[in-house]
């Protein structure tokens, strides 16, 4: 198992790495603004005075790479700084909404990762069959749709015409589990559709390309049943490919959630990103960005070292 | 129960039947889930859902009519080569076809098509649909329809222009890459990687506050985040070509290196990164809808769909469907490419075999 | 084993579709077959013969995208096409088994060979987990596989190629089957391991008296392995017969083109004189990829117009010996002479006329020509780019090439290369590097993936432009009758070494070095005797022995 352990400890130092470039570009890219932070927020028609007195406060004359450390040695502990639009801290508006995310994104993914593995392996098995043709049409419209206009659908039949869910997910910390899952369905559904098709094209591909593999043919000439042929000698292998369509699908179902949370008002860390850009709060950008990005690149490192442990090479080395 | 639920049943299981009875296996298994489908759905939802469905239905027919009668008139019309190209076509993607050609004339023609102008005010705020203006009005007053075709030339032209960039730069660097290996394409490599570690609509939100909204920022920025997967792509292709023995041929020639990207290796990776265009326009496409819709994309009173959805949101929940009519609008061209490029993966993967 | 002579399996009349274009399409059209008990039939063919499709039809099994649509396949009494599902695949495994070509991806990677090999006897209820492990131990044994005790537990990726398809052939044993389908098993080998893999599958299906199909498409092989021979051509049978009798006396035109042994021998010319400075000089050269030394302290000398032939196995060094050569590999050690003068190691730091003077012909012509370009241009670059030429003079100068290559200008100045049978590529290939006007070529299995004849014209073809333009060749190749055919000089390699090195004619004659002499025996002939000749001769455990010292 070393072999296997070495290589997982290789891919974590190099995903800390990734993160860490990444940090420098989220602040080295606030660092690149036209004249500074301090001007920035005060406008062009500040005195030098004020501009000057800002940049104290907000201790501009440092070195930008001290700062880089003092930020980064902050988020790392939790503290990102001072909201410049009302003065909190940014951890703590973060933090509930973050958690909100991520229920989101998990009830989402509870839905559709079962729904989709289960599409996507039937339409392999029986592909090219009507299911088949009618299942690629369908998760094709469900790509090719914006988020919004899939939500607004979702809005349309079952918030307006139908009253079945409510078309403003208000959800707050003090909510009991089932009427907070009541009111984050429809977003929630919203993300289901899109990556739900594109887990369900991924997986399709997967499985169909493993049916192809000389040792499933070999299987069949044994005289194993079609049944069999899957259960013994298709999963063990598709685990790997699964775990890695599932894993990049959670980290992409992170960030589809901005576009979700504007539309159904859902008070999520990609509402308040949305709405920090808009008043250009650096800061709480920042934070948002690192957050995000550091899920995404936890939801790959999980797709490769998913990838590593489940391949059967790997695990038993020469 | 009404008289349409009746008939809605009668025709449907009559259909059913007749499928059955002629051993239309597709037609039989489809129309037998529209039944189970409908059963539920009208037992929940009742007389309105129905209805919904027979619209949704009719609408199908009517495009796969559509398509069918376009692939035909195009065999027709086509030279041999075309033509015989054409009957390999599905339906979807005959429908595709039609529809880009719709939006392409929409956008090169805007100004005859449209009614009135792009910001226009020629009515009060949100005011309904009449004879003057077809799909009515927008929170300002302006020309919703109008608005419509002029989204066409502004969003589509921005996102292929942003596309093209991409992928000029995208695909030098990734054949270059795998041209020259070595170092450069190492580095090449790790930059991309890095690149692709933050997700494409974060980071583009991240740049879009740095350096502000305009419409060459906006190009610019989506352009720098999508090349890497342009890149990633050719560099795969042109990897697949750059150990042929042809390439070592022109190599041990002593050719440069330009002539070896753009003689030997560019005309053989044409294919898939035709195919590949066409998908990551669909990206880029959406992605600039979404930075509209999100208030940081293209600006007003530039009409564009994505900003036209959000400005008429609110509509949404007095049930109205205006703001679905520019959603739908960009979800029908990426549906239409994805389309045409599904075909055209499935011509040149059939080729290979 | 009542009826020795009782017919065991009957094809009549069968015809496979393949579906494509939207449409089926017939791929084999009627081919009738019969097979008796304990019987051997070799299958040949070229690729897309249909020899897979009919020895996987003889199980009732069609590949996705493929259909039986008409004839009968008739196993021991029991008509297969119209059998159910559940009735064929209680015959699969159990009374048919099947070895595939690449045991490599045929081996489920997730399991033990072990757990492989007992499936099918558990899963027809012939045996129980323990005995049928026991009985893949003692077959294990039999096929000569080392460790036979633990080799099963091991992992399909932990084993070698040649053990691995051997391992194969004992899991298509594990319950006796009446007929085993072998789908060229042994293309994918080295001629050292080939040779211990075709040993033990003879040995096996002797030893049981089981019926097999052989599929492949080596003539050689086959003649070791068949007591009947069937040759295919684009799904139909061409003839029939027994072993001996289509070698001795082939009826069909096509067959005889595919029995032709090479009529084509060269002169030997005289040695080169004592004071001659060799063309291109090999010195001490070795070499690495990473940290794997791929080349230790080759050195041999090529002559104009002479020459060289380079053999060994895949891996003994000689292609990465011509990759030194050309500069695409830089040495390091030692160093390339050309005329007399060294040559910079990397290809990019050579000059124009250096680069000129030595052009390389592969082994692919479909790889070698690039697909986009018309045969008009493949030639004429090499002229425009060295020479400067254009124009009407350009289009006469590869007119020229055309036909001192034997094709006909006006038909092929303008086709693809898609557009050209696999000889005629080959010969563009040719023209390509006489385009450049050099001095010395490098042929890397220039005739391996050509049929007989074809290949023939083209080591013809080589040897008519040696003579008239003075060229010297490096001949790299695995097979001795191209060596024989044309060879002045032969140099053995193994394991990135010069084994040994000399004239033709004295490395064609003992006393060989063991290696040497290993690398000639292997490399089947068409004497359905050599197979047992050679086994005599080296006694059967040695085969093993010696194969696996190397």
Redesign the interface.
């Known amino acids: 198992m070393s072999g296997v352990m070495g290589l997982i400890v290789k891919r974590l130092g190099l995903g800390l790495v990734?993160?860490l470039?990444?940090s420098i570009?989220?602040f080295g890219?606030?660092e690149?603004?036209p004249g500074d932070l301090a001007q920035q927020i005060l406008g062009q028609s500040a005195t030098e005075e004020t501009v000057a007195q800002l940049r104290e406060d907000l201790g501009l004359n440092r070195p930008a790479f001290v700062r880089y450390f003092e930020w980064l040695g902050g988020a790392v502990q939790g503290d990102f700084g001072v909201s410049l639009a009302n003065n909190r801290s940014v951890a703590e508006q973060l933090a509930p909404r973050f958690a909100n995310t991520l229920f989101l994104a998990g009830l989402a993914a509870v839905i559709a990762v079962p729904l989709a593995i289960g599409l996507g392996v039937m339409a392999a098995l029986y592909r090219n069959s009507?299911?088949d043709r009618?299942a690629?049409?369908v998760s094709?419209?469900a790509?090719?749709?914006?988020?919004?206009?899939l939500g607004?659908?979702l809005?349309?039949?079952l918030a307006?015409?139908?009253q079945v869910f409510p078309?403003i997910s208000n959800v707050s910390g003090d909510m009991d589990f089932g009427t907070r899952l009541y009111r984050s369905m429809l977003p929630a559904l919203t993300m289901t559709l899109v990556v739900t098709a594109y887990m369900m094209r991924m997986t399709r591909a997967a499985i169909i390309n493993l049916l192809a593999?000389?040792?499933i043919?070999?299987?069949?000439?044994?005289?194993?049943?079609r049944s069999?042929v899957i259960t013994?000698?298709a999963l063990?292998?598709a685990l790997a490919p699964i775990i890695n369509v599932v894993a990049l699908n959670l980290?992409?179902l992170?960030?589809g959630v901005?576009?979700v949370e504007?539309v159904f008002v859902y008070p999520g860390v990609g509402q308040l990103?949305?709405d920090s850009?808009?008043k250009?709060d650096?800061p709480v950008?920042?934070a948002?960005?690192l957050v995000?990005?550091a899920t995404?690149?936890l939801f790959?490192l999980i797709a490769d070292v998913g990838a590593i442990l489940s391949n059967?090479?790997l695990r038993?080395p020469? | 129960m009404s008289n349409f639920m009746i008939a809605y049943f009668f025709l449907l299981i009559a259909a059913c039947c007749t499928a059955a009875y002629y051993q239309y296996r597709t037609a039989l298994l489809l129309l037998f889930s529209l039944v189970c489908v409908s059963l539920l759905a009208g037992l929940l939802g009742g007389e309105s859902v129905l209805i919904n469905i027979t619209i949704a239905i009719a609408l199908l027919a009517a495009s796969a009519g559509l398509a069918y009668s376009f692939r035909e008139t195009l065999i027709q019309i086509l030279p041999r080569g075309g033509a015989k190209l054409m009957r390999t076509a599905p339906l979807t993607a005959s429908f595709g076809l039609l529809l880009i050609i719709i939006y392409i004339i929409a956008a090169v023609f805007a100004p005859i098509i449209a009614p009135y102008g792009e910001a226009e005010v020629i009515a009060g705020a949100f005011a309904p649909p009449d004879e003057v203006m077809i799909l009515g009005g927008d929170q300002l007053g302006r020309d919703l329809f109008s608005r419509l075709v002029y989204g066409a030339r502004n969003t589509v032209g921005i996102a292929l222009m942003t596309t093209a960039i991409a992928f000029v730069v995208g695909t030098v660097a990734g054949l270059s890459a795998a041209v020259l290996g070595g170092w450069i394409d190492q580095v090449l490599g790790r930059i991309v990687d890095t690149l692709m570690a933050i997700p494409q609509l974060i980071f583009a939100l991240l740049l879009l506050t740095i350096v502000g909204t305009s419409v060459i920022n906006l190009t610019l920025v989506i352009a720098l985040l999508y090349s890497p997967l342009i890149f990633r792509l050719a560099r795969a292709v042109a990897g697949n070509i750059v150990v042929m023995d042809y390439i070592e041929a022109a190599r041990l020639r002593g050719e440069s290196t330009w002539y070896l990207v753009i003689k030997e290796v560019l005309p053989n990776a044409t294919a898939p990164l035709a195919a590949e265009f066409g998908l990551r326009f669909c990206f880029v496409f959406l992605a600039i809808s979404a930075l509209s819709f999100l208030g940081l994309g293209i600006q007003p009173p530039t009409a564009d769909w994505g900003s036209m959805v959000r400005e008429n949101a609110t509509l949404i929940s007095f049930g109205e469907i205006t703001p679905l009519i520019p959603a739908a609008a960009i979800a029908l061209l990426t549906v239409s490419v994805n389309f045409v490029v599904d075909w055209m993966l499935h011509i040149s993967s059939g080729l290979k075999e | 084993m009542a009826d020795e002579k009782s017919v065991l399996l009957t094809v009549k009349d069968l015809r496979i579709e393949g579906y494509s274009d939207e449409k089926w399409i017939e791929i084999v059209h009627g081919v009738d077959l019969t097979l008796h008990r304990g019987e051997v039939m070799g299958l040949i063919g070229e690729s897309g013969a249909g020899k897979s499709t009919i020895g996987l039809a003889a199980m009732g099994f069609t590949r996705d995208g493929c259909r039986i649509s008409n004839g009968t396949v008739e196993f021991d009494g029991m008509e297969l096409t119209s059998a159910t599902r559940s009735e064929r695949r209680a015959l699969r495994g159990s009374r048919i088994a099947y070895v595939a070509q690449s045991a490599a991806a045929s081996f489920n990677p997730a399991h033990k060979l072990i757990d492989q090999h007992t499936e099918a006897p558990l899963l027809h209820k012939i045996d129980t987990k323990d005995e049928s492990t026991k009985d893949a131990i003692e077959l294990y044994r039999r096929l000569r596989l080392p460790n036979p005790e633990e080799i099963g537990f091991r992992y399909p990726h932990q084993v070698s190629g040649g053990q691995l398809q051997r391992a194969m052939t004992a899991m298509a044993m594990a319950c006796r089957p009446d007929l085993i389908i072998f789908d060229e098993p042994t293309t994918a080998l080295d001629v050292t391991t080939q040779i211990e893999v075709l040993a033990a599958i003879r040995d096996i299906v002797d030893q049981f008296n089981t019926a097999a199909l052989y599929i492949t498409h080596d003539l050689a092989v086959v003649a070791q392995m068949a007591d009947r021979i069937k040759v295919l051509l684009k799904g139909d049978e061409v003839e029939e017969a027994e072993t001996r009798k289509m070698l001795e006396d082939p009826q069909e035109e096509y067959t005889k083109t595919l029995w032709a042994v090479r009529s084509f021998k060269r002169k030997p010319k005289p040695a080169p004189k004592k004071d001659e400075t060799p063309l291109v000089t090999v010195r001490n050269v070795s070499a690495a990829y990473g940290d794997t030394k791929v080349l230790d302290d080759v050195s041999f000398d090529i002559y104009r117009g002479r020459t060289v032939a380079v053999v060994g196995e895949s891996g003994s060094g000689k292609s990465t010996t011509a990759r030194c050569i050309t500069g695409l590999l830089p040495p390091i050690g030692g160093e390339i002479l050309f005329d007399g003068k060294v040559l910079p190691p990397r290809y990019q730091d050579r000059t124009k006329d250096q680069l000129r003077q030595a052009q390389m012909i592969y082994q692919m012509a479909d790889t070698a020509l690039n697909p986009k370009k018309k045969i008009g241009e493949i030639i004429g670059r090499p002229i425009e780019f060295y020479s400067g030429v254009t124009g009407a003079e350009l289009k006469k100068r590869v007119d020229q090439l055309l036909d001192q290559i034997e094709l006909e200008p006006s038909l092929y100045y303008h086709r693809l290369p898609s557009e050209l049978s696999g000889g005629q590529k080959q010969r563009i290939g040719i023209a390509r590097a006489l385009a450049a006007e050099p001095a010395f070529i490098i042929c890397d299995e220039v005739t391996s993936a050509l049929d007989q004849l074809v290949a023939e014209g083209i080591l013809r073809l080589l040897d008519k432009l040696q003579k008239d333009l003075n060229l010297a060749y490096m001949f790299i190749t695995h097979d001795l009758a191209t060596v024989r055919s044309i060879a002045d000089e032969v140099v053995v390699m193994k394991e990135g070494k010069v084994v040994e090195q000399g004239p033709k004619d004295v490395m064609f004659k003992p006393p060989h070095h063991e290696y040497t002499d290993l690398l000639l025996s292997s490399v089947p002939e068409m004497d359905p005797d050599w197979l047992s000749n050679l086994l005599d001769e080296r006694g059967v455990d040695n085969i093993g022995e010696a194969a696996n010292k190397s």
């Open positions: 990734t993160l470039v990444v570009i989220i890219a606030v690149m603004l009507v299911f009618v690629n049409v094709l419209g790509i090719s749709s914006p988020e919004f206009f607004y659908i809005i349309v039949f307006v015409q139908n078309a593999s000389p040792y043919e070999m299987a069949r000439l044994k005289g194993v049943s069999q013994r000698h063990p292998n980290a992409y992170i960030t901005v576009l504007v990103l949305v850009v808009t250009r650096f950008v920042q948002c960005c995000f990005a995404f690149i790959n059967p090479r038993h020469k």
